[in-house]
């Protein structure tokens, strides 16, 4: 195998039910803070939606029949945790918090359709 690396992560996917773009505008959207990106009209037939933050992009695609993803998670880096927490209980989005982690604040939440989300801190110790 010739000159070959890997550079990042370009997008992570994840499932949702048909129908589901509105509930994943108003959560990733509405309450996160991403910005949706259009999806190519080839691909924007089958549904989902598509959002990006900074140079990461999150892909929601319909699956049917539809199971969230209760184990198997994406994890989201931030800065200001303690923040996001408060604007995730003033807009009624529950999370659990946990602390198992050396050197991190962390909580799990889901999303409108059930699937598993961790979102970070890292602390400089």
């Known amino acids: 195998m010739g000159h070959m690396k890997f550079l990042a992560i370009d997008h992570v996917l994840l499932a ?12 990733f959207h509405g309450v996160l803070g991403f910005e949706v990106i259009e999806k190519p009209a080839e691909l924007a037939r089958r ?3 598509w959002f990006r933050f900074n140079h ?4 929601l695609g319909v699956l049917e029949p539809f199971v969230p993803a209760k184990k198997a998670h994406p994890a989201f880096r931030v800065e200001g945790l303690e923040v996001l927490k408060e604007h995730l209980s003033h807009r009624g989005v529950s999370y659990i918090e ?18 598993r989300l961790e979102i970070l801190e890292r602390i400089c110790s």
């Open 16 to 27: 949702m039910p048909k129908g589901g773009e509105k509930k994943a505008h108003e959560f």
């Open 56 to 59: 990461y992009e999150l892909h």
């Open 98 to 115: 946990d602390e198992e982690l050396p050197n991190v604040n962390r909580i799990f939440l889901e999303d409108p359709f059930g699937n």
């Open 47 to 49: 549904g989902g939606i």
